[in-house]
């Protein structure tokens, strides 16, 4: 018997419904939101997606906010602003 779902894959649900290109950027969200992720901060490929927007490692058990689906990782701090919160405090 054969796959039937062999072009839209997970988003075979939705059938003729919403339009190819709709089904298809779905399907493109799906698969980047299952990837794994490298945790900034353990650099262990452990982050797992908690909510819309937030992200936990289960190694380090540190939470991130990021994009709605895919994780993106913030970005580094500088010796700089490092050296400011260091005066502030």
Do not use: H
């Not at 490692?57 to 010796?79: D, E, H, K, L």
């Amino acid at each position: 018997m054969s796959k039937r779902t062999k072009k839209v894959g997970a988003t075979g649900w939705m059938g003729p419904r919403y339009g190819i290109r709709i089904r298809r950027r779905v399907l493109e969200i799906d698969r980047a939101r299952s990837r794994p992720a490298t945790c900034p901060r353990c650099a262990t490929t452990t982050i797992q997606r908690v909510a819309s927007g937030i992200f936990e490692c289960r190694r380090c058990g540190t939470r991130f906010a990021s994009n709605a689906y895919v994780f993106a990782a913030p970005p580094p701090i500088t010796r700089a602003e490092r050296e400011t919160e260091a005066g502030n405090a």
